[in-house]
């Protein structure tokens, strides 16, 4: 279907569902509509129908939810002449319409399915040159070094290639500090790096300070290559070997196409999976933006740069005058920017890079306020509606990803609203236990429908409620700060791959045990209500009911923000990957490397002959392995070369029934090990797509919403534990005190 039958099929069902949402029918009559409606819905989902199907079931809901804002706009609002009914209110109706207009943009972006991308193949004497960025701040040289050699790895021309480590912790505003430290600091890291890309064949490059953070050292790279192409990894972005072979591809054949996008895969659990224990049962939370929603955004020419993992033409970031630096967020600004100048992207959906996420909830949410505020920076400075140069439907989708990140705002009016009512018998909501039934409850499953078959294998019933509300909190005054100071938020950078020692609750988690608290008494104000004022019982309980469900959200949260310890430095990546072992005597054994980071591997070992090596038996020669041994390992890499020893040593031997089981340390001290240890960790994308596909299944909502009630009982207790815990020492200090 074309752009202009597209249209023109949009504004025909906007016509048939306007006129639906306003027939004068009873509340009888409505939810007899709203039960055929959600059988209908519910034998489409069933059976996965696809295709026309698709738009129907879509048709079907959204008459649903605008016949409720018809409903709720015309007969749930306080009269104007009770102000303090009215104007709480009033919020909490603009509220719900601010999120049903969101909705709406969403449901456009999603409609028809994404189209899936194949990489042109390009002769490799007509392949473009490429300048790879690697903007660098703070982090340590071991990750530089692992992002590095992946880099290095990729399989390209070798002469076509260039890699740039772009060092922003070492400028000349730094080494020349009058502070001792920071000038010795940046000097030995300046001098550090040097020598590492020296031995790696790679150009190093830094600059005077750090005006425009990552966008002014981003174009300061421009300033100093010359090739066609430029791809971005952050520091902590390692690419796979085939990473510029499934993405240059496309753009010779496309004079305009300005980016290639791909997804940021991450192999370790963001803060709220690993304290909920979710990582390998549970798609991740950005897996819906990276497998549905950009994938969408592409189908309508909106898929934007997302500041790694990427590709870009120089002739397109040079017509704009470099990358954008007016908000904290370069990478969605630039690419808003060149949609406007006509420019194209586009977007492969296998992911190609593996990167590291935030460890702990305090910086999960330092990096969550970066988003918030630069998005919110752009919908400030360059309106996407007023944005000349877009079409409409970039128009709406720049909208749908800007307005997003004023969640914060409408999850605490939620969550406040039903408090209003039980604590202060504010009437916020004029309905009948009827018309609760009729229009509230048939739209709020009418929604949990519609998310569930529209992106149900990518986020699970209740868990988008459940990460907003453990954002809320902290998010809310960076939302507020942006709106009355546009130009006051700074880039930061987000620290990864940082350790934690043992289990606590997170350093500003101390907010969300008050508001449960708070939620858990107006429960018990509800219950009490109920029996002390029966003719307002049906209200009571309907009210009750929502700030129930805000308590089992809350309650979960608890779990959410009770950081679980991790001592792994670096994160290790189940592999399968035969290999030969040396001893410290010359001995060669056979086995695999079944797990590895980019400090160490864990290496099943067998006997030369194939026959697993029995528990506890001696090597030849009588030694058996110890920690503190060295090895070395040898194996094939994904390129087909022999490679070269990479020298380990023993931290621990465990001795199973069929084999011994080793946890080394990499002892690397050469490009070349680096460049081992890459092939090993990173170099196989295979691995990762097989990884999310594994993780990325429908339960259903009757399953998903038992699981999540089940997981949030189970939290509630542990957070609960938690707070139990850390009170117990300063108890008995004070016991021992007096």
């Not at 508001?515 to 429960?523: D, G, M, Q, V």
């Not at 380990?648 to 080793?662: H, L, T």
């Amino acid at each position: 279907m074309n752009k202009a039958g597209a249209g023109l099929l949009w504004a025909s069902v906007a016509l048939i569902v306007a006129a639906l949402a306003m027939l004068p029918i009873s509340v009888q009559a409505h939810l007899v509509y709203s039960c055929a409606v959600i059988i209908v819905m519910s034998v489409l989902k069933a059976f996965r129908a696809q295709g026309p199907w698709r738009l129907i079931f879509i048709v079907l809901g959204v008459s649903i939810i605008m016949r409720y804002v018809y409903w709720r706009t015309t007969s749930t609002l306080p009269p104007t002449g009770e102000l303090h009914n009215f104007i709480p209110a009033i919020l909490l109706y603009s509220a719900e319409m601010y999120v049903i207009f969101t909705v709406g943009l969403n449901l456009f972006i999603v409609s028809l399915p994404p189209r899936p991308r194949e990489c042109p193949v390009i002769a490799r004497d007509d392949l473009p040159t490429v300048d790879v960025f690697v903007p660098t701040y703070n982090e340590e040289r071991a990750l530089l070094a692992a992002t590095l050699a992946a880099a290095r790895g990729m399989d390209y021309p070798a002469d076509k290639l260039t890699i740039w480590l772009l060092d922003d912790g070492s400028t000349d505003e730094k080494t020349n500090s009058d502070d001792a430290l920071t000038s010795i600091a940046a000097r030995r890291r300046r001098e550090d790096l040097s020598r590492l890309c020296e031995d790696f064949g790679v150009r190093y490059l830094t600059r005077a300070e750090n005006k425009h953070a990552k966008a002014g050292n981003l174009n300061n790279g421009l300033a100093h290559s010359t090739s066609e192409l430029i791809a971005v990894f952050d520091a902590d972005h390692a690419p796979a070997r085939n990473f510029l072979m499934e993405t240059v591809g496309f753009f010779p054949g496309d004079k305009k196409l300005f980016l290639v996008q791909t997804p940021h895969f991450f192999i370790n659990a963001d803060p709220i999976e690993k304290n909920l224990d979710t990582f390998r049962k549970m798609p991740s939370e950005n897996e819906m933006f990276n497998s549905i929603i950009l994938r969408s955004l592409d189908k309508w020419n909106a898929a934007y740069f997302c500041g790694s993992a990427a590709v870009l033409r120089r002739e397109a970031i040079n017509d704009i005058g470099g990358f954008c630096h007016s908000s904290i967020t370069e990478d969605c600004e630039t690419s808003l920017a060149l949609h406007a100048r006509g420019w194209s992207s586009a977007y492969v959906g296998k992911p190609l890079i593996a990167g590291l996420q935030p460890e702990t909830y305090t910086n999960f949410i330092g990096q969550r306020s970066r988003w918030a505020q630069g998005m919110i920076q752009i919908m400030l400075f360059n309106f996407p509606l007023f944005k000349s140069g877009l079409t409409l439907a970039q128009r709406f989708c720049y909208m749908s990803s800007g307005f997003h990140w004023m969640f914060p705002v409408t999850r605490a009016i939620f969550l406040v609203a039903p408090l209003l009512f039980l604590l202060f018998d504010m009437r916020v909501f004029v309905v009948s236990g009827g018309e609760f039934i009729a229009y509230v409850l048939s739209y709020m499953l009418i929604s949990l429908l519609m998310q569930n078959y529209l992106y149900g294998s990518c986020r699970w019933p209740w868990v988008s409620e459940l990460y907003e509300y453990v954002q809320m909190i902290h998010l809310l005054p960076a939302v507020f700060s942006v709106l009355a100071n546009p130009h006051k938020p700074s880039f930061r950078v987000t620290a990864k791959n940082v350790t934690q020692s043992e289990d606590r609750i997170a350093d500003i988690g101390k907010p969300f045990f008050i508001l449960f608290a708070i939620l858990a008494a107006t429960l018990a104000v509800s219950i009490w209500r109920v029996f002390d004022s029966p003719h307002v019982a049906g209200l009571v309980l309907t009210v009750g009911g929502w700030n129930l469900l805000n308590l089992i959200i809350a309650g979960c949260a608890l779990g959410a923000i009770s950081d679980r310890r991790n001592l792994r430095g670096f994160h290790r990546i189940p592999i399968t990957r035969r290999c030969e072992i040396t001893t410290a005597t010359g001995e060669v054994l056979a086995g695999t490397v079944e797990d590895v980071s980019i400090s160490g591997a864990g290496v099943r070992i067998v006997n030369a002959d194939g026959q697993p090596l029995a528990g506890g038996q001696p090597l030849a020669g009588g030694q058996p392995l110890r920690p503190g041994d060295a090895l070395s390992i040898t194996f094939r890499m994904c390129s087909g070369e022999a490679g070269t020893p990479l020298p380990m040593k023993i931290r621990s031997v465990k001795a199973g029934p069929e084999a011994v089981y080793v946890g080394c340390a990499f002892v690397a001290t050469q490009a070349a090990h680096y460049a081992m240890i890459a092939d090993l960790a990173y170099a196989n994308a295979d691995q990762w797509e097989q990884f999310q596909k594994e993780r990325q299944s429908n339960i259903g909502l009757m399953q998903g919403t038992i699981w999540f009630l089940r997981m949030a009982l189970y939290q509630t207790r542990r957070g609960l534990s938690f707070l139990l815990a850390r009170s117990r020492p300063e108890r008995n200090l004070a016991e021992a005190g007096s």
